[in-house]
């Protein structure tokens, strides 16, 4: 998209800045060098953008024009435009980005939205399947590869495959499995070059192609049992605990006081952030517990007020409540970024915490 852009701008055609943005960050192209100005300047005319089909979908989607950064494009507004690629016709995300008339905008929007609503209950169809199939085994799931196939749609193997690799990090595969041939999409994991291992077992799958994190393949429907059992074997010696454990990239320790305004000023300078220029994250030890709460849907987030050298501030913990059994009278190690809140009309700091550890 950068590309086209930069041809159209030497044809004197200088419009469409916003689309060159959308698709180099969407690509989860690594956002440094000519990326970097295409992800900074396409964001920029995107909040500005006059297209009715893209204000259309920021209305249906429930973005705020102004506000939209990296995370709107790649989780909100990128998955809208491809959903119908993968499930129906790309030509009506085409439409949507070109049209000049409002009143088809919203219709194409509307179309657009509900169609990734679709592709989000295909997505979490798969994940619902392979919970059900890991608890079978009485101490996890035997094999350290997983694999998962049944009647989904190819259009979101590739997406179930990433959300799978996600939640339980190891390398997946998902297969839209058919009377015949099935399609196969792979991710992985750093450090376990998928494409490598696949292509040792060639004379199991047809065709196929990738690259170390991410791999598609088409295979006879009645070897995938067998390719399950000598990818595994291939995979259980290179898959050490080591390179099956998270890992998270500390920029800096900092104690509470050093945190102001002005070093958030300095840290939105990093901005865009996103693939090969990640937001800066940062640890402070010993941190003190002040209130702490479960919030959301489930109550799976935490909210945290956590105080350290007599500075208070809020935290918001993603997905962490499982601990909250474990916070009350303790001290926490954490790893967040820093962000801006704002609420009624207030701007205040908030941690966003990445990772706790719980101290003794």
């Given at each position: 998209s950068a590309v086209a852009w930069i041809l159209a701008r030497e044809l004197g055609i200088v419009s469409g800045l916003e689309l060159a943005g959308v698709g180099t960050i969407s690509d989860q192209l690594?956002?440094?060098g000519a990326n970097r100005s295409v992800a900074k300047y396409g964001l920029e005319a995107l909040r500005e953008t006059k297209r009715p089909g893209l204000i259309s979908m920021f209305e249906e989607a429930q973005v705020e024009k102004e506000k939209i950064g990296t995370y709107e494009v790649g989780y909100i507004i990128a998955p809208r435009i491809n959903a119908m690629g993968r499930l129906t016709h790309a030509i009506d995300s085409l439409r949507l980005l070109c049209t000049k008339d409002k009143k088809r905008a919203r219709e194409l929007a509307d179309l657009v939205g509900?169609?990734?609503?679709?592709?989000?209950?295909?997505?979490d169809q798969v994940m619902v399947t392979t919970l059900s199939e890991m608890k079978i085994e009485?101490?996890?799931?035997?094999?350290?590869?997983?694999i998962m196939a049944g009647d989904y749609h190819e259009g979101v193997i590739g997406l179930a495959a990433a959300k799978l690799v996600e939640k339980f990090y190891r390398p997946v595969v998902v297969l839209s499995k058919k009377k015949d041939i099935s399609k196969a999409s792979a991710r992985s994991i750093a450090g376990f070059n998928i494409i490598k291992v696949i292509r040792k077992l060639e004379g199991l799958y047809l065709e196929g192609g990738g690259h170390p994190m991410a791999a598609g393949f088409s295979i006879e429907t009645s070897r995938i049992e067998e390719f399950t059992k000598r990818i595994?074997?291939?995979?259980?010696?290179?898959?050490?605990e080591e390179i099956l454990s998270r890992k998270l990239r500390v920029d800096l320790e900092l104690d509470f006081n050093q945190i102001n305004p002005e070093l958030v000023e300095r840290i939105n300078k990093f901005e865009p952030t996103g693939l090969g220029n990640f937001?800066?994250?940062f640890i402070t030890k010993k941190v003190e517990i002040v209130e702490a709460r479960t919030v959301g849907r489930d109550n799976a987030h935490l909210k945290l007020k956590l105080r350290k050298k007599d500075v208070i501030f809020d935290a918001i913990a993603f997905g962490l409540a499982k601990t909250?059994?474990?916070?009350?009278?303790?001290?926490l190690d954490i790893v967040y970024s820093i962000e801006e809140n704002i609420w009624n009309n207030h701007t205040s700091l908030q941690l966003k915490i990445k990772d706790i550890k719980i101290r003794n």
């Amino acid at each position: 998209s950068a590309v086209a852009w930069i041809l159209a701008r030497e044809l004197g055609i200088v419009s469409g800045l916003e689309l060159a943005g959308v698709g180099t960050i969407s690509d989860q192209l690594p956002l440094i060098g000519a990326n970097r100005s295409v992800a900074k300047y396409g964001l920029e005319a995107l909040r500005e953008t006059k297209r009715p089909g893209l204000i259309s979908m920021f209305e249906e989607a429930q973005v705020e024009k102004e506000k939209i950064g990296t995370y709107e494009v790649g989780y909100i507004i990128a998955p809208r435009i491809n959903a119908m690629g993968r499930l129906t016709h790309a030509i009506d995300s085409l439409r949507l980005l070109c049209t000049k008339d409002k009143k088809r905008a919203r219709e194409l929007a509307d179309l657009v939205g509900r169609t990734n609503f679709e592709r989000q209950k295909m997505v979490d169809q798969v994940m619902v399947t392979t919970l059900s199939e890991m608890k079978i085994e009485s101490k996890g799931y035997k094999n350290k590869v997983i694999i998962m196939a049944g009647d989904y749609h190819e259009g979101v193997i590739g997406l179930a495959a990433a959300k799978l690799v996600e939640k339980f990090y190891r390398p997946v595969v998902v297969l839209s499995k058919k009377k015949d041939i099935s399609k196969a999409s792979a991710r992985s994991i750093a450090g376990f070059n998928i494409i490598k291992v696949i292509r040792k077992l060639e004379g199991l799958y047809l065709e196929g192609g990738g690259h170390p994190m991410a791999a598609g393949f088409s295979i006879e429907t009645s070897r995938i049992e067998e390719f399950t059992k000598r990818i595994n074997e291939i995979s259980k010696p290179l898959l050490t605990e080591e390179i099956l454990s998270r890992k998270l990239r500390v920029d800096l320790e900092l104690d509470f006081n050093q945190i102001n305004p002005e070093l958030v000023e300095r840290i939105n300078k990093f901005e865009p952030t996103g693939l090969g220029n990640f937001a800066p994250l940062f640890i402070t030890k010993k941190v003190e517990i002040v209130e702490a709460r479960t919030v959301g849907r489930d109550n799976a987030h935490l909210k945290l007020k956590l105080r350290k050298k007599d500075v208070i501030f809020d935290a918001i913990a993603f997905g962490l409540a499982k601990t909250y059994s474990l916070l009350p009278n303790t001290y926490l190690d954490i790893v967040y970024s820093i962000e801006e809140n704002i609420w009624n009309n207030h701007t205040s700091l908030q941690l966003k915490i990445k990772d706790i550890k719980i101290r003794n």
